[in-house]
């Protein structure tokens, strides 16, 4: 997995995102909630990529077992 593009993007949508949610004048009731939660929204979904995923993939990773035969042998 390519952590750095990952982050790059979180960061940079991040950082377009702040001066939504510093908006001053017509719009500020709208616009600084929804870039609140948007950015709530970035922060979440990129700490589970980054974290949960990869646990998840351990966890139900097949791992071979050793005691039996292997493909080249039952071939």
């Known amino acids: 997995m390519d952590y750095t ?3 790059y993007t979180a960061v ?3 950082l ?3 001066p939504l949610s510093f908006a001053i ?3 500020r009731g709208v ?6 939660v948007d950015l709530r929204g970035l ?3 990129t700490l589970l990529t980054l974290l949960a995923a990869p646990a998840l993939y351990r ?3 097949i791992v ?3 005691d039996g035969p292997s493909w080249e042998e039952r071939a």
């Open 16 to 18: 377009g995102l702040l």
């Open 12 to 14: 940079t949508t991040a």
């Open 5 to 7: 593009s990952l982050a």
């Open 43 to 45: 922060v979440t979904s």
């Open 31 to 36: 616009q600084s909630p929804v870039a609140a």
């Open 64 to 66: 071979p077992s050793h």
């Open 25 to 27: 004048g017509a719009g």
């Open 59 to 61: 966890w139900f990773a």
